[in-house]
């Protein structure tokens, strides 16, 4: 078994950034196989005419192609996605398609040239100016390819590509079960595509080349695979001198050519020079070790929260007679990440750099369902999650490994990964399923080429092991992989090729968060009363815990036509649409806010309800920190397709009121409102203690009168969570027949806010009818541009004024109304209290000029005013 699959990667390996090496993303041209005649030999001829062939989207999938081109409509939007055949009803051949691209590049002296494919699904055969370039044809989505095609360039230097790529051999029958009828887990492919409870089918099940295809030149050498361990001894501290750090480095060296090839390889970091002298033997790759190096005073790598994301630039190169054969770049992050049992919680606890990390998480799908990657997006929304005071992202089981970028942009904002491999419970076999086509045993052994399977895994440990966010990695989503896949995993391949991260066999498994409580060992998943987070006992590392996730009004009218915006009512079945984009019911809890009266009214309530979901899970969590919990992860934090569940921002990027209130709940440094008691406590996730701290604690009424409870000074140590004093008693005394506003302020010396926070109470009915009949206010709005990408929003509102509750900002493009997207704020759906005044920054990357600030409030009026 495991020389099959090492024969399989013999070619593979290359993805830090090369000497020399482009992209081919352009100029490509397709056409479905029922059309095209001639075989690839013929097809990859320069001089065969391509006439009548349709611009193709690649990177991309076959269903990207058609939509750039036309062919059918948006899935993302209504029922659109019915429109569109399904690949289980046409057979294969309907998304099978030839892609041809044209390129000039040629081979001069030692030069060598590279094809690479990062990714192509499912099956591919490879033709390169009439000669086929892959003898048996590539399979596997989550396989990359990699091809010396020196001797079949042109001598001219033009040259003609062309791939056939077919779909998976099995897609599925997708009736509706979570992967359908699980049988596309029978291939190395996308589970997600066959349907699932947030997403409908993709027609194409991701069929295409689907991720980068690049060109290499090298000279007689080729580096590959370099390898980058970091060891950080010690309990550190974010600041000040550090003691040394260990780098051990090893990198793979291939000599494609006939003859040895003698050199210095080196590798170069913080300055430093570390080398040494070899021969590569002819047709040969060698994998080449250097003795470790000490790194004095280095500059760490922490989780966002807790330190700065230092990376150090590390280059490698291969010299021979004062000439570069091939050179590699790469960023790498000092840290050491540990994993050590608490006994008390009994779930492992995570360590970065000796501190122990309380890890605040959500599960990441994928970014983008017909796998329109870009580095843009993958940077927005892994910095929504550092928004969010996330500090690790889940990579669920049933999608990707994701991409090197993804990655990239979690090193930059400080988010550890957890990483599954490719099993789901629900498609390999964990339940009895009727709306599954084989028996559990049978789909146990999915997929049906296990060797593939670990060729696979052997790549993708090497395309992301040197990034400085991955953390931690795991077998599957809620099932391990089948035992002959599981224990080469887990006994050679991690080992041999990483050694440094926590393994744990499934996502909810014993050895991660030990299950004494009995069930599944993950969630809930629906909506839950916010006292529910806070007393009723979860996991104690809760690998999937979540809600809803409807957006707002703006939100819901980019995919759901004005005929369909219609406002769910408490126990009566949705909007067909709505229904159709996996709407999950919020049940009575809009309802105490006052009926939902249309789609406009419904979206803004949901935001109340969201924003008090998710501020009161991780409180809830952040509240139990190392005595019930280590760590909870939220299911799920973003969505590849426009659902209506479990986000924090839509498909579009634009974020809802969940985003705002886990990012409350989520401080590092928390004030909060135990909503069983009434207790007033602070959470302290940093390593230092704060001292001197002010404790504020006051209500107001729905016409804005304010009633003082209690000031006083204390302290909190790290990593903890101190109670204070409670507010039953005081609340009591007042008037709660409409419900009042409860203002919470953690401030330091300089009696500056370093937490704030206010919750809305319900009156004795559990209703809101004091936010019902509040009165109107008026803040008075500035919106001035700061630099070239950032905007500041004040917001003031007047003595005497109630409350200016609850208010959204978005920036937007002053003539045409449209939110400014990506952007980020850090702070909103803000309330002002009477005599104070919020200012909200604003960041956008682009370079939109004619801007304005659209603000409106639970009992403000919608008002835009420009930015000056």
């Avoid at 000669?131 to 040259?159: D, F």
């Avoid at 029978?186 to 099940?205: C, V």
């Avoid at 942009?409 to 990483?419: E, M, R, S, T, W």
């Avoid at 207790?679 to 302290?684: F, L």
Wanted: one cysteine or more; aromatic letters at 12%.
């Amino acid at each position: 078994m495991k020389k099959l699959y090492f024969l399989l990667l013999l070619s593979l390996g290359y993805e830090a950034q090369a000497q020399n090496k482009y992209e081919l993303n352009q100029g490509w041209v397709c056409e479905n196989v029922k059309q095209v005649k001639a075989d690839g030999s013929a097809l990859s001829n320069p001089g065969f005419s391509l006439n009548g062939w349709m611009p193709a989207t690649v990177p991309g999938t076959v269903l990207t192609t058609l939509l750039n081109n036309q062919k059918v409509p948006d899935p993302f939007y209504g029922m659109n996605n019915e429109k569109i055949a399904d690949i289980y009803k046409t057979g294969n051949d309907h998304y099978t398609y030839w892609f041809v691209k044209d390129f000039n590049e040629k081979a001069i002296g030692n030069e060598q040239v590279w094809l690479q494919f990062r990714g192509i699904n499912y099956k591919a055969s490879i033709f390169l100016n009439g000669k086929k370039v892959n003898t048996t044809p590539h399979e596997g989505m989550h396989l990359r390819a990699q091809y010396n095609i020196t001797r079949l360039l042109s001598a001219t230097g033009k040259n003609r590509l062309a791939v056939i790529v077919y779909p998976p051999d099995v897609v599925g029958n997708p009736n509706g079960g979570q992967g359908g009828d699980g049988t596309i887990a029978k291939g190395l492919t996308t589970q997600y595509t066959a349907g699932w409870d947030w997403i409908q089918p993709t027609r194409d099940r991701n069929t295409g080349i689907w991720d980068k295809v690049t060109i290499e030149k090298t000279k007689s050498i080729n580096i590959q695979n370099p390898h980058v361990v970091t060891l950080v001894p010690g309990k550190r501290n974010p600041d000040g001198k550090q003691a040394p750090a260990i780098i051990k480095f090893s990198v793979e060296v291939e000599n494609p050519t006939a003859k040895p090839v003698s050199g210095t390889l080196q590798y170069q970091i913080a300055g430093k020079t570390i080398q040494k002298a070899v021969t590569i033997a002819a047709n040969s790759n060698s994998e080449i070790k250097f003795p470790d190096f000490t790194l004095e005073n280095p500059k760490l790598w922490w989780p966002s929260g807790y330190g700065a994301q230092n990376l150090y630039p590390v280059e490698v190169k291969f010299m021979s007679n004062q000439q570069t054969l091939d050179q590699e770049r790469l960023n790498v992050g000092v840290r050491q990440i540990d994993n050590i049992w608490n006994a008390h919680t009994q779930s492992m606890g995570a360590y970065v750099n000796g501190q122990k990390i309380f890890v605040k998480g959500g599960n990441w799908i994928i970014s983008d369902a017909m796998l329109r990657f870009t580095d843009a997006r993958y940077d927005a929304e892994v910095r929504y999650h550092k928004d969010m005071n996330l500090n690790l992202i889940r990579i669920w089981g049933g999608a990707l490994l994701e991409r090197p970028e993804f990655y990239n942009a979690c090193d930059k904002y400080g988010l550890l990964v957890f990483q599954d491999f490719w099993f789901s419970g629900d498609c390999n076999g964990r339940w009895v399923d009727p709306l599954k086509k084989e028996d559990q045993w049978t789909r146990r052994k999915y997929p049906d080429n296990h060797p593939l399977v670990l060729a696979a895994m052997e790549d993708g440990i090497k395309l992301i092991r040197n990034h400085a966010s991955l953390a931690f990695w795991c077998g599957g989503n809620e099932i391990t992989p089948p035992e002959d896949i599981l224990q080469p995993l887990k006994n050679d391949l991690l080992p041999r090729l990483d050694g440094t991260r926590q393994f744990f066999d499934f996502s909810n498994s014993d050895e991660m968060s030990f299950n004494s409580l009995g069930g599944n060992g993950d969630g809930p998943y629906g909506i839950q009363h916010p006292k529910s987070f806070w007393g009723t006992r979860t996991f104690p590392y809760n690998s999937e815990v979540g809600s809803v996730g409807v957006g707002d009004y703006v939100s819901l009218q980019r995919f759901i036509p004005k005929e369909n915006l219609i406002a769910p009512q408490n126990k009566n079945k949705a909007d067909s649409v709505w229904e159709y984009h996996k709407y999950i019911g919020y049940d009575g809890h809009i309802d105490p806010y006052g009926k939902a009266k249309s789609a406009e009214d419904f979206a803004m309530k949901a935001q109340l309800v969201n924003y008090d979901q998710y501020r009161a899970l991780m409180e809830g969590f952040s509240s139990h920190m190392w005595d019930w919990y280590t760590g909870s992860i939220i299911w799920k934090t973003q969505n590849p397709w426009t659902a209506l569940r479990g986000q924090m921002y839509d498909y579009y990027l634009d974020p809802n009121a969940c985003l705002y209130g886990l990012r409350k709940g989520s401080e590092p440094l928390h004030i909060m409102l135990n909503p069983l008691d009434s207790m007033v406590s602070v959470v302290n996730n940093g390593f230092s203690t704060h001292n001197s701290l002010m404790i504020q604690a006051k209500a107001y009424d729905m016409d804005g009168k304010e009633y003082f409870y209690s000031q006083v000074f204390n302290s909190i140590g790290p990593s903890s969570v101190r109670k204070f004093f409670p507010l039953n008693e005081f609340l009591t005394k007042l008037d709660k027949k409409e419900g009042v506003f409860v203002s919470l302020k953690l401030m330091n010396e300089q009696q500056q806010a370093l937490s704030e926070n206010i919750y809305w109470m319900a009156d004795h009915d559990g209703n809101y009818k004091g936010l019902q009949s509040i009165k109107q206010t008026k803040p008075t709005i500035t919106a001035l541009q700061k630099d070239k990408h950032q905007v500041a929003v004040t917001l003031s509102n007047a003595n005497g004024n109630p409350v200016a509750f609850f208010n959204r900002i978005a920036l937007i493009n002053k003539q045409t109304g449209e939110r400014i997207l990506p952007a980020f704020y850090d702070d909103n759906y803000v309330s002002i209290l009477p005599g104070e005044s919020r200012t909200i920054t604003v960041e956008y990357p682009g370079t939109e000029r004619n801007l304005a600030v659209e603000v409106y409030g639970w009992n403000v009026a919608k008002e835009v005013v420009e930015v000056r």
